[in-house]
Nanobody, 124 residues
Framework: QVQLVESGGGVVQAGGSLRLSCAGSGRLFSINIMGWFRQAPGKEREFVAAISVAGKETRYADSVKGRFTISRDDAKDMVYLQMNSLEREDTAVYYC?????????????????WGQGTQVTVTS
């Protein structure tokens, strides 16, 4: 299995940018599909973006398409989420998760492990 630790969250004004990082440990990192989800207070965890093994395919929620970019560096066991043009509605705790696949999943139940989360707060 893989253990995950997120970082890079913070407070940013609307229109600004943040880059989240997710560090993985465990020799199986490169064969996992990696995903980013977020959870706002009182809401369920929702899909944000995911990337397939070797980065061949990416998928995004409609709400972030064109603004967020997911990438991975398997040599460093890292996955990133570049977030641009942030909106107040993006405020949430962001989690990265690992999935065995075989296909990219957009539901949390298909991910077998999660990091502790990192808070992103967008102010007006």
């Amino acid at each position: 299995q893989v253990q995950l630790v997120e970082s890079g969250g913070g407070v940013v004004q609307a229109g600004g940018s943040l880059r989240l990082s997710c560090a993985g440990s465990g020799r199986l990192f490169s064969i996992n599909i990696m995903g980013w989800f977020r959870q706002a207070p009182g809401k369920e965890r929702e899909f944000v973006a995911a990337i397939s093994v070797a980065g061949k395919e990416t998928r995004y929620a409609d709400s972030v398409k064109g603004r967020f970019t997911i990438s991975r560096d398997d040599a460093k066991d890292m996955v990133y989420l570049q977030m641009n043009s942030l909106e107040r509605e993006d405020t949430a705790v962001y989690y990265c998760g690992a999935s065995w696949g075989p296909d990219i999943a957009t539901v949390p139940g298909n991910y077998y492990t999660w990091g502790q989360g990192t808070q992103v707060t967008v102010t007006s």
